[in-house]
């Protein structure tokens, strides 16, 4: 149990189509990451939030991609008009504060066809 | 700039036998450095962490990795390989601000019976 819940674990869906994706830390955290993983690739960070505000955004995550944290809980990571290029895992992950080590969740799988 | 470099893709030990995987950085400052274990289709597990003090760190499952800043290393090690190790391992750094991480490219462990 990593302590981060992460739904749906697998998104098949055809290109075009919307996709969106849920992670539930167990308790609040301070910080919340989003990642993603492509084949035979360590993941790269795509966007964090402490507590509600979204503090920093990759260069990765273009204008497609949206993530929110309401009330610094929970979070959803949505892609719009999704491409083959965003078939990845895409990682959830939480640290308790400022400079303690990261936990993930298990993942999402997307695959646009 | 910051960057995790594992050498090597792939590496195939006999169970039972040592293992050594490489690790090399590159930050300017104080690395905060991990090891992650990810087991197919699955999220990262954290093995171990280098903040600072001990250049010895112990981690879970009887890993250990040593930091050498000489050598902007930070090798992860086992004496005695089991056969439910075989797994990828990311090595990892804290960059920027926000303590997100940037990942090496992944060793994908194989454990020969």
């Known amino acids: 149990d990593t302590g981060v819940s992460q739904n749906p674990r697998h998104k098949i869906t055809k290109r075009g189509q919307n996709v969106t994706f849920r992670c539930d830390p167990i308790?609040?955290?301070?910080?919340l990451y989003w990642y993603r993983q492509t084949l035979g690739q360590g993941p790269e960070f795509l966007t964090y939030f402490q507590n509600e505000a979204q503090l920093e955004k990759s260069r990765l995550l273009s204008d497609r991609f949206s993530a929110e944290r309401p009330k610094g809980s929970f979070s959803t990571l949505e892609i719009q008009r999704t491409e083959q290029g965003d078939s990845a895992m895409y990682l959830c992950?939480?640290?308790?504060?400022?400079?303690?080590?990261?936990?993930f969740g298990q993942g999402t799988r997307l695959t646009v066809v | 700039a910051q960057s995790v470099t594992q050498p090597d893709i792939h590496i195939t030990v006999s169970e039972g036998a040592s293992l050594e995987l490489r690790c090399n950085y590159s930050y300017g400052a104080t690395p905060y450095l991990f090891w992650y274990v990810q087991s197919p289709g699955q999220g990262l597990q954290l093995l171990l962490k280098?903040?600072?003090?001990?250049?010895l760190v112990q981690g879970i499952k009887g890993f250990e990795a040593e930091f050498k800043r000489s050598q902007s290393s930070f090798n992860l090690r086992k004496p005695s390989v089991h056969w439910s190790d075989a797994a990828e391992y990311f090595c990892a750094l804290f960059t920027g601000g926000g303590n997100k991480l940037t990942f090496g490219t992944g060793t994908q462990l194989k454990v020969e019976l």
């Open positions: 280098y903040f600072s003090g001990d250049t």
């Open positions: 992950a939480f640290s308790v504060e400022q400079g303690t080590e990261a936990f």
């Open positions: 308790s609040e955290h301070n910080r």
